[in-house]
DNA sequence: AAGATTTGGTGCGTTTTCGAACGGTTTACA
DNA sequence: TGTAAACCGTTCGAAAACGCACCAAATCTT
C-alpha cells in the first residue's frame, strides 16, 4: 500500500513520504450510512481517512435534543480532530451521511505516530485549523444566511467532496442538518429548482448548475474552501479543478 | 516574573515549569478598547494571555460585511489558535471587547518555543480545542436559540471571564455580537430585566441572577465550560467556582 | 450652559420561519 | 401483489425577528 493508492486528497497532499509513517497501521474501512465514527463524551476508537463518501461533525445541546452540523468531511480530510490535537474524547457525534469507504487507523497508533513524527503532527493540525474555520463560517451561516442560501451552501460542500451531481438525501435528513423544518426545506428545495439550479426527485438531488448555487449562497460559501487551497495546495471547490 | 505572578487562569494551570519556556518572552501589555489583535489575512505578530478583559473573534463574510461572534477568550485562555496549530493568519478578526490587559509573546517567539518544547505545546493544542468546541456551540446557539436565550448565553460567557458583575456595552453594541438587530435587543433586555436576571443602565449591564440566565440560556450555555473543566482542571463557570 | 452626539425606547408593517397537521405518492418488503 | 412505511407537497395560523423610522433621554463637548 502506497501513498499513491489513496484517493484522499489530504494523504495525496502531505506526500508519500510523510504519509509513509500512517500506512502501515491503515485498515480499509467500509463508511455505511448513518455509521457513527465518534461517540460523543466516549473514547475515540479510530480516526478516518475518508476515500469517498461524507461525514459530518453534529453539535449536540447537552439536553432537549437540538442538534446542528458543525462541519463535513470528505475525502479532503480526516476525522478526530480532537486526537490529533491531544485529546482523547469529544463532546460532539460524528457520522456517516454519505456512504463510501475509508482507511482508518487506530487512535492510538495515531497519538504515537503523531508523537514521533512532528513534521506529519503539523500536516494534520493544518487540517484542524481549517476544521475550525469551517464550523466558524458554520455559525455564520446559521445566524446570518436565510433558509434557502444555507440550503445552497450545504449542497455546494457536499457536492465538493463527492464525485457525481448527485446526492441520495431526504428533506427530513437535509432539515435536521440545516436545523430548520422539513417543510422548509421542501419549499427552497422548489425554489432552487424554479431557478433551475437543481432538480430534485425522492430521496434524490441532482446538481445542475454550481454557479447559480453559489450566486444564491452567496458569502455564505467560498471561505473555508479558499483557506484550503492555501494551506493545502490542493483546490477545494469543484470549479477550480482542472 | 514567574507564573504566580499572572493571572492568566491558563498559565496558571499548567504549572509554573511549563510556563517557564515563556516567562522570558513575555511583554505586558493594554488591551484597548476595539484594539485588534489579529486582522484577517494579515500575519498574526502577536499571541495574548489576557489577564483582565475580554476579546473576542469575529467571523467576517468575504462580502457584504456580514459578521458574527466566533468565541470569546478571556484570562482562561490565549490567542492565537492559528499560531498554536501552524499556521501564520486567519481569516478571523480578532479584537477587544472589554478592555484589560494581557502578556503577549510574538508569534515567532511562540513558534520556536512550541517546536521546541512538546509538553507545553500539547498544553495549548487544547486549548484550542476548547476553542473549537466553543465555536461549535456558538453555531448551535445561532441555529436554534431565540434571541432572548441567545442574549442570556453570551451574558453569562461575558460574566465567566471578567472580575465584577457589570458590564459596560450597549444594545449596538450587543446586536452586532449577535447577529441581531439593535431594537431586538432592547426588548430582550427589557424581558431579562423584568424577570429580575439583569438591571440595565445606559451602556451597562449587571448581572444580578445567574441561574435565572442559566434557565433562560438552557442548553445553549454549558457544554464548553465543563469541557474546559475536563480539559484544564479548573473550573471555567462562575457558579462552580469556590 | 448650549448644542451635538450617543444611546435607548417604541411603534409600525413585512418577511421569514415555525409548528402542526393532513393527504397523496412513491418505494420497500412481506 | 398488496400493505406498510417513508417521503413529499401543501395548508393554516402564529411566532419571531426584521427594516425602518422617529423621538426622548442621557452624556459629551466646547
Redesign the pocket.
Known sequence: MNADATENLLLQAMGAERASALLPHFEPCDLGLGMPLETPGEPIEYAYFPERGVVSVIVLAREGGEQVEGGLIGREGLTGQTVVLGGDRSPHLTRVQIPGHARRIRADRLREVIERDHDLQSWLLRFAQLMSIQTAHAALAYARL???EKLARWLLMCHDRIESDELSL???FLSVML???R??V??A??TLEGEGLIR?????IEIIDRRGLRRVAGAGYGTPETEYERLIGLPMSREDRS
Chains 1, 2 share one sequence.
Open positions: 436565510r433558509l434557502e431526504t428533506h427530513e436545523g430548520v423544518r417543510a422548509g421542501t419549499v428545495t422548489h430534485a426527485r425522492r430521496g434524490r
